[in-house]
Every structure is written in C-alpha cells, then in structure tokens.
C-alpha cells in the first residue's frame, strides 16, 4: 500500500461517492425477446429491504391484467472467477434456474 501511495496510485482503495447508490426505478422500454412470449418491458420499481438481496439490488415489476410480476436482481458469480451478472426472473431467487427469464451482460 505505501508503494503504491507513493507511486501516487491511490484510487483502487477508493470508491466512487455512490458506488451503493441504486436508482428507485428501473424502466426497461422494448422488453420483447425473440425467443420469449413475455415482454419484461415496464417499470421495475426498487424492494426497501436491506441485506436480503445480493448487493441489496432487486426491483419488482409488479403484476398487472396483462403482465406477469417479474424480479430484475443481481446473481453472483459464487466462485468469484467472473463478475456477477443482471437477471430477469419470475421468481426472487436467483438460484432457481427454472425461473430466469433473461440474463443480462
């Protein structure tokens, strides 16, 4: 660490001022998929809990007469070889496999 400091490479010990910041809305516009029926378009709206999600990152777009209640959270790389990944799913685990719908990069 003195090294580096010395060096003048300081700014892998620090985070950005809002790096646990999360937005309160998430908007996906065209949510069709070529390959799915469901459309994941619409607003994805943030859960207030803490410390029960992953990096405490989940929205719920909740369900409607026309759209299913779908979950967009963050499923970690367990490992820690690879980063973690964006999902969208019907179901609030994202260890059940049988419920992501998509997988962001």
Known sequence: F???SKRGEERRWLYAKNW???PEEVTIED???DDCDVNLGGKYVRVGCLHTFNQNACWIRRRTDSALE???LIKPDV???GPASAI???SSCHDD???II???P
């Open 2 to 4: 003195n090294a580096a």
């Open 20 to 22: 646990k910041e999360w």
């Open 31 to 33: 949510g069709m998929m």
């Open 70 to 72: 779908l979950y967009f």
């Open 79 to 81: 490992s820690r070889n």
């Open 88 to 90: 969208i799913s019907s």
């Open 97 to 99: 496999v049988c419920s």
């Open 102 to 104: 998509a997988t962001l």
